[in-house]
């Protein structure tokens, strides 16, 4: 047996025992330390055969496979579910990038050749097994036909017996009862339980067989020739678009400065025009300004890529513009989003719109020190890398707690506290919500304290698979307070009244 057949029939073996792995992790949810040992392992199991059979990889791809357990302990790390759906985003931009590190070096990828790495992933995982060939899997040695003549016979041999077994122990069972509860209790088995089992322990070692084979170097990716030819527009068709862009940007800039830039009394004397609505929407529809506004520059980079100098050199001084009015814009974004958090408090949109728009900020900064300066090439790794670290940065800050202590605090200040709003964050609020409820106001205190001996109370039985920090922290938390919160709990309305009877009648 060669080298090859020899990995690939590890990847085969270690593929189905992954797969076993996933069906015992992975059907017990929510997705909290399952998911980051599963993906770990994954990824582990990757490394030791790629160093067993000496596989090379680039050094960026050693980078890659070591920030994949990082994203992945986050689902055991933060119960909050935004939290969650940003680190599997992160995940799958890193299985790209490892998918395009079989073809490539990092520095040299672009905005395409992600995708490219994703639907190269993607495809592998579905093909599974079924792109190997008689060549990839070659025996040392053909079983003998005296071999396959004796397993033959064996098997004929258990298709005969089965029948004879099965009457015979019919009528045993029905003569003794010890021995029938004996079988009975042997061979119960639940076959729509185990064919379950058996379907996403397959499902599971198919995809990951195919996700190894590709990142192994055994199966070629789907896209390796895909070649997009670019347009070889001139400076004129590029440059129409853009001055137009210019032109708009700067209008609105200069007509509208009074207002981007205003202070809360100078929004509330304007005619038609709430606080709630100039920083609420004002916002939103800037960040989509800023989002759609990098994309088309870089079409048009990609667009002039064989044009000469002087087409260059107007395109940069047209985008560079077009940068510093998105820059003012976005200043504008971020400073309604402040009035707007100062005067209704903190919530998780408004935390997660803060987060992009500082990563776009430095994505257009990014632009300006790769694209205009003629290296295309560096801007989406940049661009990648600055996503991963914003997401890093949101797991360490831990949003919903930041949420609910910047809110807390605005209680305590004297602002209004949003106890169904706090109510609907996840458990990682929970230690930051119940030290201070004794600072809120009545309704508010026991609202909050009854939701979370409802929601967070530990469990009588816990799924080790399922743990999480977070959670774990919430359940510490209300069961160490059980007493205090118990206290706090909003009395029921009849016995509201009991009280107020007696207190009536004496």
Known sequence: MNGKSKLVLEVLLVGILLGILGDSLMRAGPWGLNFTLWTAAIAGVAVALAARHGVEWSRSTTWIIALIPVFAAGFAWRATPVLKLLDLLALVVLTSGWSLSVTGALRSWGGLDYVVGLANSGAAAAAGAAVLSKKDVKLAKAPSPVAVKRARAVALGLIMAFPIVFVFGGLLMGADAVFDRLVTTTFDIDFAKSFGHAALAAFFAWIVIGFLLLVLKINRPLLSELKIEQPGLGILEVAVPLVLLDLLFLVFVVVQVRYLFGDASLVQDTVGLTYSEYARQGFFELVAVAALALPLLLIADWALADADGRSVAAYRILASALLVLLLVIMASAVKRMVLYQNAYGLTDDRLYATFFMGWLGVVL???????????????????????????????????????????????????????????????????????????????????????????????TEKDWRTWNLGTSSAWRVARQEFDRLEDMRCEPPGQADGNEAGSAVR
Not at 437 to 444: A, C, K, T, V, Y
């Open 365 to 459: 900064l990014w632009f300006a020190a790769t694209v205009l300066r003629g290296r295309r090439q560096v801007f989406a790794t940049g661009a990648a890398a600055a996503g991963l670290l914003a997401i890093l940065s949101l797991n360490v800050v831990n949003p919903d707690a930041l949420i609910a202590r910047v809110n807390v605090e605005r209680a305590l200040s004297g602002e209004d506290f949003d106890a169904d709003y706090a109510m609907s964050l996840s458990a990682d609020a929970v230690p930051v919500l119940v030290p201070a409820l004794s600072d809120l106001g009545p309704e508010d205190r026991c609202r909050t304290a009854e939701w979370i001996l409802d929601r967070w109370s530990p469990p």
